[in-house]
């Protein structure tokens, strides 16, 4: 069974400074693995995806994750943190086979928290 | 394009009513998906259809939970006889087809809250 495991359920950074969210995953094949983010009482957003192509992926509003398969890894990162960043961030992994249902399997989160 | 649509965003019930819950995905899309989230955790798998076909459900699933697709368009989620473990935001999604070597993108609609009092 695939899974991804978020090794922060909190993290704090200031405004301004870099953001380093940590994913590990597991998985039976090559995953395609998902960044989305939740803003309070909204819904899912997708900030990036890595589906076997380059493994440094980039991402909306600055944010950046890289495929490390030695480390079964997939940080996000963003050089420098702004006030709006704070939000709940999972790490997701896919069933990458065609023909299949796409199932997702979310991490438990890590909420971000940015302060002045 | 106006995104995946959920209503109600919010439902308020006795335990014991039954819920109706609707999503309307991203035209096109073939693939609907419904997820519940429970106070910090992250979302889990709930149903999954192909157009009208429900292809695959969850054990979290209960007989009391019943999803339909009728026409391949909208899904409506019922819940009977709630109980106050249903307390959830229930998330609806959709996708196109699923292109070789990678997943498609899944694109998630805001939630339906439901609390059971």
């Given at each position: 069974a695939q899974s991804v495991t978020q090794l922060d359920s909190h993290v704090s950074v200031s405004e301004g400074t870099p953001v380093l969210l940590r994913c590990n995953y597991s998985s039976s094949y090559s995953p395609s693995l998902f960044w989305y983010v939740q803003h309070p009482n909204k819904g899912l957003q997708l900030l990036l995806k890595y589906t076997s192509a380059a493994t440094l992926v980039k991402g909306i509003n600055g944010f950046e994750a890289e495929f490390k398969k030695s480390e079964t890894s997939f940080h996000l990162t963003k050089p420098s943190a702004h006030m709006s960043d704070a939000a709940e961030y999972f790490c997701v992994v896919s069933d990458p086979w065609p023909g299949t249902a796409s199932k997702l399997t979310f991490g438990t989160g890590t909420r971000l928290q940015v302060t002045l | 394009d106006t995104g995946v649509s959920q209503d109600p965003r919010h439902k308020i019930t006795k335990r014991g009513q039954n819920v109706?819950?609707?999503?309307?995905?991203?035209?096109?899309?073939?693939?609907?998906y419904w997820y519940r989230q429970t106070l910090g955790q992250g979302p889990e798998f709930l149903t999954y259809f192909q157009n009208e076909a429900q292809l695959e459900k969850s054990r979290l699933l209960s007989d009391r939970f019943s999803a339909e697709r009728p026409k391949g368009s909208f899904s409506t989620l019922e819940i009977q006889r709630t109980e106050q473990g249903d307390s959830a935001m229930y998330l609806c999604a959709s996708s196109g087809e699923t292109n070789r070597g990678g997943g498609n993108t899944i694109y998630?609609?805001?939630?339906?809250?439901?609390?059971?009092?």
């Open positions: - | 109706t819950f609707r999503c309307d995905p991203i035209s096109e899309h073939n693939r609907l998630f609609g805001e939630g339906s809250w439901l609390t059971v009092v």
